[in-house]
Protein backbone atom coordinates (compact mmCIF):
# COMPACT_ATOMS: atom_id res chain seq x y z
CA UNK A 1 0.00 0.00 0.00
CA UNK A 2 1.26 3.32 -0.72
CA UNK A 3 0.89 5.99 1.83
CA UNK A 4 0.64 9.60 1.31
CA UNK A 5 2.45 10.48 4.75
CA UNK A 6 4.34 7.78 6.56
CA UNK A 7 5.52 8.68 10.57
CA UNK A 8 8.38 6.31 11.45
CA UNK A 9 9.42 4.27 14.62
CA UNK A 10 7.17 7.66 17.19
CA UNK A 11 6.51 6.82 20.27
CA UNK A 12 2.68 6.61 19.87
CA UNK A 13 0.97 7.89 23.06
CA UNK A 14 -2.77 6.41 21.73
CA UNK A 15 -4.97 8.71 23.13
CA UNK A 16 -6.55 6.22 24.99
CA UNK A 17 -4.19 6.34 28.62
CA UNK A 18 -2.25 3.09 27.21
CA UNK A 19 1.82 2.96 27.67
CA UNK A 20 3.57 4.17 24.72
CA UNK A 21 5.12 2.18 22.37
CA UNK A 22 7.06 2.22 18.99
CA UNK A 23 5.19 2.07 15.54
CA UNK A 24 4.58 3.42 11.91
CA UNK A 25 1.56 5.21 10.95
CA UNK A 26 0.60 5.45 7.44
CA UNK A 27 -1.65 8.02 6.61
CA UNK A 28 -3.70 8.04 2.94
CA UNK A 29 -5.96 10.75 2.27
CA UNK A 30 -7.82 12.41 5.41
CA UNK A 31 -7.50 9.20 7.60
CA UNK A 32 -5.03 6.77 9.33
CA UNK A 33 -4.83 3.76 7.04
CA UNK A 34 -2.09 1.95 9.14
CA UNK A 35 -0.44 1.55 12.12
CA UNK A 36 2.66 -0.75 12.90
CA UNK A 37 5.64 -2.17 11.34
CA UNK A 38 5.58 -0.63 7.96
CA UNK A 39 9.29 -1.06 7.11
CA UNK A 40 9.58 -1.03 3.36
CA UNK A 41 6.42 0.58 2.94
CA UNK A 42 6.52 4.06 0.91
CA UNK A 43 5.10 7.56 1.10
CA UNK A 44 4.86 10.87 -0.48
CA UNK A 45 6.26 12.18 2.22
CA UNK A 46 8.30 10.51 5.17
CA UNK A 47 8.66 11.72 8.79
CA UNK A 48 11.03 10.68 11.14
CA UNK A 49 9.79 10.57 14.80
CA UNK A 50 12.74 8.63 16.69
CA UNK A 51 12.63 10.16 20.21
CA UNK A 52 9.16 11.81 19.40
CA UNK A 53 6.11 11.22 21.17
CA UNK A 54 3.14 10.84 18.22
CA UNK A 55 -0.31 11.43 19.69
CA UNK A 56 -3.45 12.62 17.99
CA UNK A 57 -4.08 16.25 17.53
CA UNK A 58 -5.75 18.15 20.87
CA UNK A 59 -9.04 18.42 21.04
CA UNK A 60 -9.53 21.98 22.73
CA UNK A 61 -12.33 21.56 24.70
CA UNK A 62 -12.97 25.23 25.34
CA UNK A 63 -12.72 27.42 22.99
CA UNK A 64 -13.89 30.98 22.32
CA UNK A 65 -12.74 31.37 18.59
CA UNK A 66 -16.18 31.13 16.74
CA UNK A 67 -15.78 35.07 15.53
CA UNK A 68 -12.06 35.49 15.41
CA UNK A 69 -11.75 31.73 13.46
CA UNK A 70 -13.49 33.95 10.72
CA UNK A 71 -10.88 36.66 10.97
CA UNK A 72 -7.84 35.14 11.22
CA UNK A 73 -8.61 30.83 9.31
CA UNK A 74 -5.22 30.06 9.79
CA UNK A 75 -5.56 29.66 13.57
CA UNK A 76 -1.45 29.66 14.49
CA UNK A 77 -1.57 30.14 18.03
CA UNK A 78 -3.68 27.06 17.96
CA UNK A 79 -2.02 25.06 15.14
CA UNK A 80 1.39 25.59 16.98
CA UNK A 81 0.20 24.60 20.40
CA UNK A 82 -0.82 20.83 18.29
CA UNK A 83 -4.58 21.78 18.69
CA UNK A 84 -5.94 20.66 15.38
CA UNK A 85 -9.74 20.38 16.59
CA UNK A 86 -11.86 23.20 19.07
CA UNK A 87 -15.17 23.43 20.46
CA UNK A 88 -15.94 26.89 20.45
CA UNK A 89 -19.35 28.73 21.81
CA UNK A 90 -18.51 28.25 25.27
CA UNK A 91 -19.66 30.19 28.16
CA UNK A 92 -22.44 30.79 26.89
CA UNK A 93 -21.32 33.37 23.94
CA UNK A 94 -22.02 30.85 21.20
CA UNK A 95 -22.20 32.89 17.46
CA UNK A 96 -25.07 31.65 16.30
CA UNK A 97 -28.19 30.72 16.51
CA UNK A 98 -28.55 34.49 16.97
CA UNK A 99 -31.14 36.95 16.42
CA UNK A 100 -30.92 40.16 14.04
CA UNK A 101 -31.17 42.59 16.99
CA UNK A 102 -28.17 40.76 19.04
CA UNK A 103 -26.04 40.07 15.68
CA UNK A 104 -26.77 44.16 15.26
CA UNK A 105 -25.66 44.82 18.53
CA UNK A 106 -22.60 42.47 18.30
CA UNK A 107 -21.74 44.23 14.73
CA UNK A 108 -20.67 47.18 15.97
CA UNK A 109 -17.37 45.80 18.25
CA UNK A 110 -16.62 43.51 15.82
CA UNK A 111 -17.06 46.05 12.71
CA UNK A 112 -14.97 48.77 14.65
CA UNK A 113 -12.59 46.84 15.78
CA UNK A 114 -11.90 43.87 13.34
CA UNK A 115 -13.93 44.00 10.57
CA UNK A 116 -16.55 41.60 10.69
CA UNK A 117 -19.94 41.94 10.31
CA UNK A 118 -22.17 38.94 11.27
CA UNK A 119 -24.64 38.58 8.48
CA UNK A 120 -25.56 34.91 9.50
CA UNK A 121 -28.71 34.37 11.95
CA UNK A 122 -28.71 30.66 11.96
CA UNK A 123 -26.19 27.76 12.71
CA UNK A 124 -26.30 26.80 9.33
CA UNK A 125 -25.71 30.38 7.88
CA UNK A 126 -22.81 30.82 10.50
CA UNK A 127 -21.11 27.25 9.36
CA UNK A 128 -21.94 28.10 5.79
CA UNK A 129 -19.62 31.79 6.26
CA UNK A 130 -17.22 29.54 7.95
CA UNK A 131 -16.51 26.97 5.20
CA UNK A 132 -16.30 29.86 2.57
CA UNK A 133 -13.09 31.12 4.99
CA UNK A 134 -11.54 27.51 5.15
CA UNK A 135 -9.96 27.39 8.42
CA UNK A 136 -6.93 25.39 9.49
CA UNK A 137 -8.25 23.60 12.08
CA UNK A 138 -11.32 21.48 12.89
CA UNK A 139 -14.41 23.50 14.49
CA UNK A 140 -17.20 22.83 16.57
CA UNK A 141 -20.12 24.70 18.69
CA UNK A 142 -21.97 25.14 21.38
CA UNK A 143 -25.28 26.71 21.66
CA UNK A 144 -24.48 29.83 23.82
CA UNK A 145 -27.77 29.95 26.42
CA UNK A 146 -26.83 33.90 27.33
CA UNK A 147 -27.13 34.37 23.64
CA UNK A 148 -30.42 32.87 22.85
CA UNK A 149 -31.52 34.72 26.04
CA UNK A 150 -30.20 37.63 24.68
CA UNK A 151 -31.94 37.01 21.39
CA UNK A 152 -35.79 36.42 22.98
CA UNK A 153 -35.58 38.53 26.27
CA UNK A 154 -33.35 41.14 25.58
CA UNK A 155 -31.00 41.90 28.76
CA UNK A 156 -34.36 41.18 30.92
CA UNK A 157 -33.99 40.02 34.75
CA UNK A 158 -36.81 38.67 34.86
CA UNK A 159 -37.84 34.70 34.47
CA UNK A 160 -38.82 33.38 30.92
CA UNK A 161 -43.24 33.10 30.62
CA UNK A 162 -44.03 29.69 28.84
CA UNK A 163 -44.10 32.14 25.32
CA UNK A 164 -39.81 32.96 25.43
CA UNK A 165 -39.08 29.52 27.10
CA UNK A 166 -40.60 27.76 24.12
CA UNK A 167 -39.28 29.79 21.62
CA UNK A 168 -35.48 29.59 23.67
CA UNK A 169 -36.10 25.80 23.48
CA UNK A 170 -37.02 25.95 19.47
CA UNK A 171 -33.92 27.82 18.65
CA UNK A 172 -31.61 25.42 21.01
CA UNK A 173 -33.74 22.45 18.74
CA UNK A 174 -33.12 23.71 15.47
CA UNK A 175 -29.23 24.37 16.55
CA UNK A 176 -28.73 20.90 17.54
CA UNK A 177 -30.62 19.67 14.29
CA UNK A 178 -27.84 21.67 12.64
CA UNK A 179 -25.17 20.31 13.92
CA UNK A 180 -24.37 21.99 17.48
CA UNK A 181 -22.82 19.65 19.92
CA UNK A 182 -24.46 20.95 22.99
CA UNK A 183 -25.04 24.01 25.14
CA UNK A 184 -23.21 26.16 27.50
CA UNK A 185 -23.82 28.74 29.53
CA UNK A 186 -22.16 31.81 31.45
CA UNK A 187 -23.92 32.27 34.55
CA UNK A 188 -21.78 34.68 36.31
CA UNK A 189 -22.35 37.08 32.85
CA UNK A 190 -26.05 38.89 31.92
CA UNK A 191 -28.54 37.81 30.89
CA UNK A 192 -28.16 34.00 32.03
CA UNK A 193 -26.85 35.45 35.50
CA UNK A 194 -30.80 36.14 36.01
CA UNK A 195 -31.62 32.52 35.23
CA UNK A 196 -32.92 29.71 38.08
CA UNK A 197 -32.11 26.56 37.97
CA UNK A 198 -35.22 25.45 36.41
CA UNK A 199 -34.40 27.70 33.61
CA UNK A 200 -31.05 25.54 33.05
CA UNK A 201 -32.89 22.25 32.90
CA UNK A 202 -35.42 23.65 30.75
CA UNK A 203 -33.25 24.96 27.88
CA UNK A 204 -30.80 21.61 28.17
CA UNK A 205 -33.74 19.49 27.50
CA UNK A 206 -33.75 19.69 23.73
CA UNK A 207 -29.86 19.33 23.76
CA UNK A 208 -30.41 15.96 26.07
CA UNK A 209 -32.50 14.49 23.60
CA UNK A 210 -29.77 14.80 20.44
CA UNK A 211 -27.44 13.42 22.26
CA UNK A 212 -25.38 16.96 23.38
CA UNK A 213 -23.50 17.76 26.45
CA UNK A 214 -23.61 21.19 28.96
CA UNK A 215 -20.65 23.22 29.70
CA UNK A 216 -21.08 25.55 32.22
CA UNK A 217 -19.28 28.77 33.56
CA UNK A 218 -20.72 28.76 37.06
CA UNK A 219 -22.54 30.99 39.02
CA UNK A 220 -19.65 31.50 41.16
CA UNK A 221 -15.68 30.43 41.46
CA UNK A 222 -14.98 31.73 44.56
CA UNK A 223 -17.40 32.47 47.02
CA UNK A 224 -20.03 30.78 46.19
CA UNK A 225 -18.17 27.86 43.92
CA UNK A 226 -19.93 24.83 46.29
CA UNK A 227 -23.65 26.21 45.89
CA UNK A 228 -22.79 26.48 42.38
CA UNK A 229 -21.84 23.23 42.20
CA UNK A 230 -24.87 21.89 43.28
CA UNK A 231 -26.59 24.18 41.36
CA UNK A 232 -25.87 22.63 37.99
CA UNK A 233 -25.27 19.05 38.94
CA UNK A 234 -29.11 19.64 40.03
CA UNK A 235 -29.86 21.21 36.67
CA UNK A 236 -27.59 18.36 34.64
CA UNK A 237 -29.65 15.64 36.43
CA UNK A 238 -33.47 17.07 36.10
CA UNK A 239 -32.54 17.37 32.14
CA UNK A 240 -30.37 14.07 32.27
CA UNK A 241 -27.33 15.78 30.34
CA UNK A 242 -23.67 15.15 30.82
CA UNK A 243 -22.40 18.19 32.49
CA UNK A 244 -18.87 19.87 31.97
CA UNK A 245 -17.86 22.04 34.65
CA UNK A 246 -15.51 24.85 32.66
CA UNK A 247 -12.33 25.43 33.99
CA UNK A 248 -13.20 24.81 37.65
CA UNK A 249 -11.31 26.51 40.06
CA UNK A 250 -11.45 28.31 43.08
CA UNK A 251 -11.17 31.50 42.83
CA UNK A 252 -9.64 34.28 45.62
CA UNK A 253 -7.61 32.85 48.63
CA UNK A 254 -10.57 32.66 51.17
CA UNK A 255 -11.86 30.12 48.68
CA UNK A 256 -8.37 27.50 48.28
CA UNK A 257 -9.67 25.67 50.75
CA UNK A 258 -12.84 24.70 49.33
CA UNK A 259 -11.16 22.44 46.85
CA UNK A 260 -11.67 19.11 48.45
CA UNK A 261 -15.06 19.97 49.38
CA UNK A 262 -15.77 21.15 45.25
CA UNK A 263 -14.21 17.48 44.23
CA UNK A 264 -16.32 15.90 46.93
CA UNK A 265 -19.22 17.22 45.30
CA UNK A 266 -18.19 16.28 41.83
CA UNK A 267 -17.89 12.48 42.67
CA UNK A 268 -20.53 12.08 44.97
CA UNK A 269 -23.09 12.94 41.87
CA UNK A 270 -20.51 10.52 40.06
CA UNK A 271 -21.07 8.03 42.50
CA UNK A 272 -25.52 8.19 42.18
CA UNK A 273 -24.80 7.92 38.32
CA UNK A 274 -24.67 11.34 37.16
CA UNK A 275 -22.33 12.29 34.12
CA UNK A 276 -20.25 15.09 35.44
CA UNK A 277 -16.50 16.24 34.26
CA UNK A 278 -14.17 19.19 34.06
CA UNK A 279 -11.95 21.10 32.24
CA UNK A 280 -9.37 23.37 33.48
CA UNK A 281 -6.17 24.90 31.53
CA UNK A 282 -2.64 25.25 33.85
CA UNK A 283 -2.44 28.69 34.93
CA UNK A 284 -3.39 30.26 38.09
CA UNK A 285 -4.87 33.60 36.44
CA UNK A 286 -8.21 33.97 34.54
CA UNK A 287 -9.32 35.91 31.70
CA UNK A 288 -12.39 37.44 31.00
CA UNK A 289 -13.92 41.44 30.42
CA UNK A 290 -12.96 43.55 33.02
CA UNK A 291 -16.93 43.93 33.90
CA UNK A 292 -16.90 40.56 35.65
CA UNK A 293 -15.55 42.18 38.50
CA UNK A 294 -18.89 43.60 39.06
CA UNK A 295 -22.26 42.41 40.82
CA UNK A 296 -24.58 40.64 38.24
CA UNK A 297 -27.79 43.06 39.51
CA UNK A 298 -25.78 46.19 37.45
CA UNK A 299 -25.79 44.56 33.98
CA UNK A 300 -30.08 44.58 33.94
CA UNK A 301 -31.37 46.29 30.55
CA UNK A 302 -29.47 47.36 27.28
CA UNK A 303 -25.55 48.27 26.95
CA UNK A 304 -26.65 52.02 27.68
CA UNK A 305 -28.58 51.43 30.91
CA UNK A 306 -25.58 49.61 32.14
CA UNK A 307 -22.93 52.41 31.49
CA UNK A 308 -25.23 55.12 32.41
CA UNK A 309 -25.86 53.39 35.60
CA UNK A 310 -22.07 53.47 36.57
CA UNK A 311 -21.82 56.72 36.56
CA UNK A 312 -25.23 57.22 39.41
CA UNK A 313 -23.63 57.82 42.91
CA UNK A 314 -25.61 55.34 44.50
CA UNK A 315 -24.78 52.16 42.31
CA UNK A 316 -21.30 53.44 42.61
CA UNK A 317 -21.30 53.04 46.22
CA UNK A 318 -23.53 49.68 46.41
CA UNK A 319 -21.55 48.21 43.98
CA UNK A 320 -17.88 49.35 45.60
CA UNK A 321 -18.95 47.58 49.14
CA UNK A 322 -20.48 44.34 46.98
CA UNK A 323 -17.17 43.83 45.17
CA UNK A 324 -14.90 44.76 48.89
CA UNK A 325 -17.15 42.34 51.05
CA UNK A 326 -16.88 39.73 48.33
CA UNK A 327 -13.11 39.84 47.49
CA UNK A 328 -11.49 42.19 49.53
CA UNK A 329 -10.12 45.79 49.70
CA UNK A 330 -6.87 43.88 47.85
CA UNK A 331 -8.76 42.69 44.96
CA UNK A 332 -8.11 45.14 42.55
CA UNK A 333 -4.47 44.70 42.98
CA UNK A 334 -4.51 41.03 41.04
CA UNK A 335 -7.02 42.44 37.94
CA UNK A 336 -4.56 43.40 35.33
CA UNK A 337 -6.29 45.51 32.35
CA UNK A 338 -5.18 43.21 29.19
CA UNK A 339 -7.00 44.91 26.88
CA UNK A 340 -9.11 48.05 25.50
CA UNK A 341 -11.05 49.34 22.64
CA UNK A 342 -10.28 53.18 22.41
CA UNK A 343 -7.01 55.35 21.53
CA UNK A 344 -6.77 57.04 24.55
CA UNK A 345 -7.13 54.07 26.72
CA UNK A 346 -4.27 51.45 25.62
CA UNK A 347 -1.86 52.98 28.15
CA UNK A 348 -3.75 50.93 30.50
CA UNK A 349 -3.36 47.65 28.96
CA UNK A 350 -0.88 45.25 30.97
CA UNK A 351 -1.19 47.23 34.02
CA UNK A 352 -3.23 46.25 36.95
CA UNK A 353 -6.42 48.52 38.07
CA UNK A 354 -4.54 49.26 41.19
CA UNK A 355 -1.50 50.42 39.18
CA UNK A 356 -3.65 52.32 35.83
CA UNK A 357 -6.09 54.93 38.74
CA UNK A 358 -2.41 55.47 40.33
CA UNK A 359 -1.28 56.61 37.18
CA UNK A 360 -4.51 58.83 36.84
CA UNK A 361 -4.35 59.90 40.24
CA UNK A 362 -7.69 58.43 40.98
CA UNK A 363 -9.13 56.03 44.00
CA UNK A 364 -8.41 52.54 41.98
CA UNK A 365 -12.70 51.91 42.09
CA UNK A 366 -14.08 55.11 40.54
CA UNK A 367 -10.86 54.35 37.92
CA UNK A 368 -12.63 51.06 37.70
CA UNK A 369 -16.32 52.43 37.12
CA UNK A 370 -15.16 55.27 35.23
CA UNK A 371 -13.51 52.83 32.43
CA UNK A 372 -15.72 50.77 32.35
CA UNK A 373 -18.76 53.35 32.04
CA UNK A 374 -16.50 55.05 29.52
CA UNK A 375 -15.82 51.99 27.07
CA UNK A 376 -18.00 51.39 24.20
CA UNK A 377 -16.91 47.71 24.42
CA UNK A 378 -15.65 45.60 27.32
CA UNK A 379 -12.37 45.78 28.46
CA UNK A 380 -10.64 42.43 29.22
CA UNK A 381 -8.58 41.32 31.97
CA UNK A 382 -6.14 38.58 33.33
CA UNK A 383 -7.56 38.00 37.02
CA UNK A 384 -4.39 36.70 39.46
CA UNK A 385 -6.73 34.96 42.01
CA UNK A 386 -5.95 31.05 42.22
CA UNK A 387 -3.66 28.69 44.06
CA UNK A 388 -0.68 26.81 42.29
CA UNK A 389 -1.31 23.68 44.58
CA UNK A 390 -5.54 23.65 43.78
CA UNK A 391 -4.98 23.97 39.79
CA UNK A 392 -2.11 20.66 40.18
CA UNK A 393 -5.10 18.87 42.14
CA UNK A 394 -7.85 19.69 39.31
CA UNK A 395 -4.86 18.71 35.80
CA UNK A 396 -4.52 15.52 38.02
CA UNK A 397 -8.02 14.74 38.44
CA UNK A 398 -9.01 11.44 36.34
CA UNK A 399 -12.32 13.04 34.97
CA UNK A 400 -10.68 16.63 34.22
CA UNK A 401 -9.68 17.70 30.33
CA UNK A 402 -7.55 20.44 29.41
CA UNK A 403 -9.14 23.41 27.24
CA UNK A 404 -7.28 26.80 26.84
CA UNK A 405 -10.10 28.49 27.42
CA UNK A 406 -9.11 30.98 24.52
CA UNK A 407 -9.60 32.38 20.60
CA UNK A 408 -7.87 31.89 17.89
CA UNK A 409 -4.82 34.66 18.06
CA UNK A 410 -2.27 36.28 16.12
CA UNK A 411 1.22 38.00 16.25
CA UNK A 412 0.52 40.24 13.94
CA UNK A 413 -2.72 41.64 12.09
CA UNK A 414 -6.21 42.54 14.00
CA UNK A 415 -5.57 39.87 16.33
CA UNK A 416 -2.08 40.81 17.38
CA UNK A 417 -3.90 43.67 19.81
CA UNK A 418 -3.90 43.96 23.61
CA UNK A 419 -2.38 41.46 26.00
CA UNK A 420 -4.61 38.16 25.73
CA UNK A 421 -3.79 35.69 28.70
CA UNK A 422 -0.76 33.23 27.17
CA UNK A 423 -3.12 30.42 27.59
CA UNK A 424 -4.30 31.33 23.83
CA UNK A 425 -0.35 30.61 22.91
CA UNK A 426 0.82 27.99 25.70
CA UNK A 427 -2.03 25.86 27.52
CA UNK A 428 -1.00 22.61 25.68
CA UNK A 429 2.61 22.40 25.42
CA UNK A 430 2.86 24.29 28.82
CA UNK A 431 0.79 20.76 30.40
CA UNK A 432 2.95 18.75 28.48
CA UNK A 433 5.85 20.54 30.19
CA UNK A 434 4.44 20.21 34.09
CA UNK A 435 4.49 16.39 33.34
CA UNK A 436 8.11 16.52 32.28
CA UNK A 437 9.06 19.10 34.71
CA UNK A 438 6.94 18.41 37.78
CA UNK A 439 5.28 15.44 37.33
CA UNK A 440 1.74 15.97 37.88
CA UNK A 441 0.69 13.18 35.70
CA UNK A 442 1.90 10.37 32.86
CA UNK A 443 2.09 11.94 29.61
CA UNK A 444 0.30 9.06 28.33
CA UNK A 445 -2.94 10.41 30.91
CA UNK A 446 -1.88 13.70 30.25
CA UNK A 447 -2.28 13.07 26.12
CA UNK A 448 -5.47 11.58 26.79
CA UNK A 449 -7.04 14.48 29.03
CA UNK A 450 -6.34 16.64 25.60
CA UNK A 451 -7.33 13.77 22.96
CA UNK A 452 -9.96 11.15 23.48
CA UNK A 453 -11.30 12.90 26.96
CA UNK A 454 -12.44 15.88 25.42
CA UNK A 455 -13.56 14.14 22.43
CA UNK A 456 -15.79 11.16 24.18
CA UNK A 457 -17.55 14.29 25.79
CA UNK A 458 -18.66 15.87 22.70
CA UNK A 459 -19.09 12.61 21.13
CA UNK A 460 -16.39 12.67 18.44
CA UNK A 461 -16.44 9.14 17.56
CA UNK A 462 -13.87 9.55 14.91
CA UNK A 463 -10.85 11.95 16.67
CA UNK A 464 -9.10 11.68 19.65
CA UNK A 465 -7.36 8.49 19.22
CA UNK A 466 -5.13 7.12 17.02
CA UNK A 467 -7.15 4.02 15.42
CA UNK A 468 -6.89 2.73 11.78
CA UNK A 469 -10.28 4.43 10.10
CA UNK A 470 -9.84 7.31 12.25
CA UNK A 471 -9.57 10.81 10.51
CA UNK A 472 -5.71 11.69 10.74
CA UNK A 473 -5.32 14.17 13.27
CA UNK A 474 -1.74 14.02 14.93
CA UNK A 475 0.51 15.99 16.63
CA UNK A 476 4.25 15.07 16.87
CA UNK A 477 6.28 16.31 19.40
CA UNK A 478 9.55 16.08 21.35
CA UNK A 479 8.32 15.34 24.85
CA UNK A 480 12.27 16.94 26.59
CA UNK A 481 11.98 20.12 24.35
CA UNK A 482 8.19 21.24 24.20
CA UNK A 483 7.12 24.15 26.49
CA UNK A 484 5.83 27.26 26.00
CA UNK A 485 7.31 30.25 25.87
CA UNK A 486 4.51 32.84 25.78
CA UNK A 487 3.98 35.36 29.27
CA UNK A 488 1.66 37.44 30.88
CA UNK A 489 3.83 40.98 29.88
CA UNK A 490 4.66 39.11 26.44
CA UNK A 491 1.71 37.06 25.08
CA UNK A 492 1.92 36.89 21.66
CA UNK A 493 4.94 34.08 21.51
CA UNK A 494 4.17 30.53 19.99
CA UNK A 495 5.61 27.17 22.35
CA UNK A 496 8.57 24.91 20.98
CA UNK A 497 9.12 21.10 20.93
CA UNK A 498 5.45 21.10 18.76
CA UNK A 499 7.77 19.28 15.39
CA UNK A 500 4.82 18.37 13.23
CA UNK A 501 1.06 18.85 12.97
CA UNK A 502 -1.61 16.92 10.60
CA UNK A 503 -5.00 17.79 10.36
CA UNK A 504 -7.06 15.85 7.96
CA UNK A 505 -4.30 13.88 6.34
CA UNK A 506 -2.61 17.50 5.68
CA UNK A 507 0.21 18.72 7.05
CA UNK A 508 -0.32 22.15 8.70
CA UNK A 509 2.75 22.83 10.67
CA UNK A 510 6.19 21.64 10.72
CA UNK A 511 8.97 23.08 12.84
CA UNK A 512 7.30 25.55 14.61
CA UNK A 513 5.97 27.03 11.19
CA UNK A 514 2.69 26.55 10.01
CA UNK A 515 2.39 25.55 6.46
CA UNK A 516 -0.59 27.74 4.79
CA UNK A 517 -2.31 24.53 4.91
CA UNK A 518 -5.97 24.97 5.71
CA UNK A 519 -7.73 21.27 5.66
CA UNK A 520 -9.70 21.90 8.58
CA UNK A 521 -13.42 20.61 8.35
CA UNK A 522 -16.61 21.70 11.03
CA UNK A 523 -17.44 19.58 13.77
CA UNK A 524 -21.28 18.42 13.17
CA UNK A 525 -23.09 16.79 15.78
CA UNK A 526 -24.82 14.93 12.95
CA UNK A 527 -21.26 12.52 11.84
CA UNK A 528 -21.28 11.08 15.49
CA UNK A 529 -22.69 8.56 17.55
CA UNK A 530 -25.42 10.04 19.91
Known sequence: MHFDILIKKGLLADGSGASLYEADIGIAGDRIARIGDLAGKKAVEEIDARGMVVAPGFVDIHGHSDYFILIEPSAPNKLLQGVTTEIGGNCGYGAAPVSDDLNAERSVNL????????????????????????????????????????????????APDDRQLAAMQDMIRSAMEEGALGISTGLQYPPACFADTAELAAVCGPVAQAGG????????????????????????????????????????????????????????????????????????????????????????????EYRKRLTETAVRARTRTEVIDNNGVEYLDRVVIAQTFSEETHRFEGLSVTEAARRENKDAFDFLLDLLAGEASDPTAVYHT???????????????????????????????????????????????????????????????????????VARMNQRGRLLMGRFADIVVFDPDKVTDTSTYDDPHQFPKGIEYVIVNGVIAARAGEVTGARAGKIVRSSEYEV
Not at 146 to 151: E, G
Not at 274 to 294: E, H, I, M, Q
Not at 403 to 408: C, N, T
Request: charge should be neutral.
Open 213 to 304: FFATHMRSEGRMLLEAIEEVIEAAKNARIRLEISHLKTSGPKNWDKIEDAIALIEAAQSSGADVGCDRYPYTASFTGLSAVLPTWVFEGSRE
Open 386 to 456: MSEENMTRILGLPYSSIGSDSAVRAPSGPLASGKPHPRAYGTFPRMLRLVREKKITSIEAAVHKMTAAPAQ
Open 111 to 158: ERNFDLRPDWKTLSEYFARLEQVQPAINFGILVGHNTVRASVMGGSSE
